[in-house]
C-alpha cells in the first residue's frame, strides 16, 4: 500500500495519504483502550489535539536550535498525550467510575477543551496559539539535526510517518503479547475479577490509558506537521466522533482495524471531493455506518476474517477425576492455628436493611470453618466486605494483626486472600490455563514458576484435558472448579468459597469435600453453603447468621438439635 499510494501516486495522494496514517494513529490508540480495555473514549480527540498545539509550539521554539522536527513532534506529541491521559484516567479509574461515565466525561471533556481552544490566545515563547484562529505557524516536518535539518517532500512525510506507524503498532502488539496484554484482556471480560486475582485494575487502565494518549498525541503532532496549521476544530465534537468511526468501520480490538478504518474513511471522502472528511462524506458515511452495524458488526477485519469458533460451542463431558497428590505441593507450608483474619464488630448497611451486623469473628491459618444460615441472612455481604469489595459503615478487618479495612482488594489477595464468589466468575475468552495462569503469575511474578503452578492446579482440579479450552466453553459445575483453581492459584493463606457445591454432581461434591480437607491442612478455608450434608461431610465448626448478625455456633449436629437454629430456617419467630 505504502509503494502504490505513497511512491507510485502523486504527490498530492501522498500528502492526503499521510492524514489517513495520522487519523489510523489516534485510531490505534482508541482501539487500545475500548478494544482491548472495553473503555469507550470519545475524548481521543482531545490527546490528539494536544499532540497537534504541542507540535506547533515544541517545534517553533526549538526547531531553530535542534533542527528535526520529527523528533520534537515524537516526544512532545507522546509526552502531553501520555499526560493529558493519565489525569483524565486517574480520575476515571481511581475514582471507579462505570463505563457510561466514561464515556459521557471523556465527552464533556471535548466540549470543554473546544470551548478552551477558542476562547484562548496566548503565547509560549515564539509560538501564538490564537483561539478561534488557531495556530498558523506550526513548522512543517524536518528531518536531520542542526544545520543538516531539511524540510521533507510529501513523499519523505509520509515515507517517515508511515515507518513510524508501523514501529508503534508493532510495539504494541509485542507489548499486548506480554502479560500485560492479558491482564488487560482479563480487564474488558471482568472487572472485578481480574482484580479478585490479584491486579491493581486501576494502575493498568492508567497506564494503557496513558499509552493510548501518547499514540493520539504523536498522530495529532503528525497531523499538526502535515497541515502546518492546528484549528480548534479539531477538539469538535465531530471530529471526535470520526475516532470511534474509524475504530469501527475496521473493526474494533483488531488494532489493524484503526488503520484501515481511517484509510477507508479517509479515502471514502478523498473520492468523494471532500478532503480529509467534508462533502457528501458525512451523509455517506453515517447511511455507511448504519449498513455497517447492521450487516458487519466486526467491521471490515470482521468479514475478512474467518469466524474464531465459539468456545461456547464445545461442551464436553469429559472432566476427568481430580487428583489430590499435588495439594501438598501446592501449598507445602507451615501453619500453627494461628488467627490469620479477624473482623471486628463488622457492619454494613444497604439503606435501611443492615446486611452484617456488628459481626466479630475470627478464622484460622488452617481448618475448615462453615457460615451458614437463611436466605438474606448477611452471608455473601460478609465476606465481600472482609474482601474489601464492599465498604464497611463501622467496624475493622485485621489481617495478621494488620488492619486492612481500606485496603482495595487485590492488595488484599496479594496479602494472601483469596475468594470464589456465589456466582462462578471466569474469564471466558480465556483458555482454562490463561484463568490459571493469570492468578499464578500475579503472586509469583515468574512466567515459568507460574506455568508450574497451574500444572499442579489443573491436576486438582481435574481439567488438564480441557486446559487449552476457552473458559466459556465448560459447563457451570466445571466454571465452579475453575474458579476454585483460580483462587488455589493464588497461593492463598485464607479460602472464601461462597457456595463451592452448587451445581455439582454428587461425584464432584466428594471431591471438593476431599479437596477442601486436604487444603486446610495448609490454609484456612471458609465455607458458606446451603447444602447441609456438605457442610456435615467437612465435619468443622460452623457459625449461623441471621438478620446480618452471629446467631450460634457450634458443630453441624448441635445446630441440627438447636431449636432456635431450626425456627430462622424455618421462618418460625424467634426471641433472639
Ligand atoms: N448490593 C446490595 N444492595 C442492596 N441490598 C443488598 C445488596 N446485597 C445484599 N443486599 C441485602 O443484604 C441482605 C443480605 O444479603 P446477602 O446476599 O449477603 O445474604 P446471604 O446470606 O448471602 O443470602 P443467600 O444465601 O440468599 O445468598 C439481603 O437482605 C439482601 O437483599
Redesign the pocket.
Known amino acids: 500500500m505504502a509503494a502504490v499510494l505513497g511512491w507510485n501516486a502523486d504527490q498530492y495522494v501522498a500528502h492526503i495519504a499521510t492524514s489517513w496514517l495520522a487519523f489510523g494513529l489516534v485510531a490505534l490508540g482508541l482501539d487500545l483502550v475500548w478494544g482491548k480495555g472495553g473503555d469507550l473514549s470519545l475524548g481521543h480527540t482531545v490527546f490528539f489535539g494536544l499532540g497537534a498545539y504541542a507540535y506547533g509550539i515544541a517545534g517553533t521554539n526549538l526547531a531553530p536550535l535542534i533542527g528535526s522536527t520529527v523528533v520534537i513532534g515524537i516526544v512532545a506529541g507522546a509526552l502531553i498525550g501520555a499526560l493529558a491521559a493519565a489525569v483524565v484516567a486517574f480520575f476515571l479509574f481511581y475514582g471507579r467510575l462505570g463505563p457510561l461515565q466514561t464515556t459521557i466525561i471523556t465527552y464533556a471533556l471535548v466540549l470543554v477543551m473546544y470551548t478552551a481552544a477558542v476562547g484562548l490566545t496566548f503565547n509560549v515563547g515564539d509560538a501564538y496559539v490564537g483561539g478561534a484562529n488557531g495556530m498558523t505557524t506550526v513548522p512543517m516536518l524536518t528531518l536531520g539535526f542542526g544545520d543538516g535539518a531539511a524540510p521533507l517532500s510529501p513523499h519523505g512525510i509520509f515515507l517517515v510517518t508511515l515507518a513510524l506507524a508501523l514501529v508503534i503498532f508493532i510495539g504494541v502488539l509485542a507489548l499486548l503479547r506480554n502479560p500485560f496484554g492479558l491482564v488487560i484482556s482479563g480487564i474488558r471480560q471482568n472487572l472485578l475479577k481480574t482484580e479478585l486475582l490479584g491486579y491493581d485494575v486501576r494502575l493498568y487502565r492508567l497506564l494503557l490509558f496513558a499509552l493510548s494518549g501518547a499514540i493520539a498525541g504523536i498522530g495529532g503532532a503528525i497531523y499538526g506537521a502535515w497541515a502546518m496549521y492546528v484549528s480548534p476544530n479539531i477538539f469538535s465534537v465531530t471530529q471526535a466522533l470520526l475516532i470511534p468511526i474509524y475504530v469501527l468501520v475496521g473493526g474494533r480490538g483488531s488494532l489493524w482495524g484503526a488503520f484501515l478504518g481511517a484509510v477507508f474513511v479517509g479515502g471514502l471522502s478523498f473520492w468523494l471531493g471532500g478532503g480529509v472528511v467534508g462533502g457528501q462524506t458525512t451523509l455517506v458515511l453515517g447511511g455507511g455506518l448504519i449498513l455497517l452495524i447492521l450487516l458487519a458488526p466486526r467491521g471490515i477485519l470482521g468479514i475478512v476474517r474467518r469466524r474464531r469458533v465459539a468456545g461456547g460451542e464445545q461442551h464436553s463431558t469429559t472432566t476427568e477425576r481430580g487428583d489430590l497428590s499435588g495439594v501438598d505441593e501446592l501449598f507445602g507450608r507451615e501453619v500453627t492455628g494461628r488467627v490469620l483474619l479477624e473482623t471486628v464488630d463488622l457492619q454494613k448497611r ?2 435501611g ?1 443492615t ?2 451486623d456488628n459481626v466479630s469473628l475470627q478464622f484460622q491459618d488452617c481448618g475448615i470453618h462453615c457460615l451458614i ?10 465476606l465481600t466486605t472482609c474482601l474489601g469489595l464492599l465498604k464497611p459503615n463501622n467496624g475493622r478487618v485485621l489481617f495478621e494483626g494488620q488492619e486492612i479495612t481500606a485496603w482495595a482488594p487485590y492488595r488484599r489477595v496479594r496479602e494472601g486472600l483469596g475468594i470464589k464468589l ?1 456466582v462462578a466468575r471466569i474469564l471466558e475468552e480465556c483458555t482454562v490455563r490463561e484463568n490459571l495462569w493469570l492468578a499464578a503469575y500475579s503472586k509469583l511474578r515468574d512466567k515459568a514458576a507460574a506455568e508450574r503452578r497451574v500444572g499442579l492446579v489443573l491436576q486438582t482440579i481435574g481439567l488438564a484435558a480441557r486446559a487449552d479450552e476457552l473458559g466459556g466453553a465448560l459447563s457451570h459445575g466445571e466454571q465452579q472448579w475453575l474458579d476454585i483453581g483460580v483462587v488455589l492459584s493464588l497461593e492463598p493463606k485464607l479460602i472464601f468459597l ?2 463451592p457445591a452448587a451445581g455439582m454432581t454428587g461425584e464432584e461434591r466428594r471431591h471438593t469435600v476431599a479437596m477442601l480437607k486436604r487444603i486446610s491442612q495448609f490454609a484456612g478455608v471458609v465455607v ?1 453453603e ?1 447444602d447441609m450434608d456438605f457442610i456435615r461431610e467437612l465435619d468443622s465448626p460452623v457459625t449461623v ?1 441471621h438478620q ?1 448478625g452471629v446467631f450460634a455456633s457450634g458443630t453441624i449436629d448441635e445446630l441440627r438439635e438447636d431449636e432456635r437454629v431450626l425456627d430462622i430456617y424455618l421462618g418460625r419467630p424467634t426471641d433472639a
Do not use: C
Open positions: 444497604f439503606g436493611v446486611a452484617t444460615g437463611p436466605n438474606g441472612a448477611g452471608k455473601s455481604t460478609f456465589q461462597d457456595e458458606v446451603h447468621l446480618g
